[in-house]
C-alpha cells in the first residue's frame, strides 16, 4: 500500500490515518499530530460531503 501512495511522507502518519479513517472522522481532525497527513484526505472528503448535500438538498 505504501508503494502505491504517491505521497512519500504518507509512509509516517500512515498508522495515525487509518486509526482515524477507522476510529471516527470527527476527533481525528481535533488531533494535532494526525493534522498533517489528514488534512488533505479530510478536506477532500468534506468537499465531497458537501457536494453530496447540495445535491441532496436540489
Do not use: H, K, R, Y
Not at 16 to 37: F, K, L, N, R, V
Not at 43 to 55: G, I, K, S, Y
Amino acid at each position: 500500500m505504501q508503494n502505491g501512495s504517491p505521497e512519500p511522507p504518507l509512509s509516517q502518519p500512515a498508522p495515525a490515518i487509518q486509526e482515524a479513517t477507522t476510529g471516527g472522522e470527527m476527533s481525528a481532525g481535533a488531533t494535532a499530530p494526525t493534522a498533517d497527513g489528514i488534512m488533505p484526505n479530510d478536506a477532500a472528503a468534506t468537499f465531497v460531503q458537501v457536494v453530496l448535500n447540495l445535491l441532496a438538498l436540489s
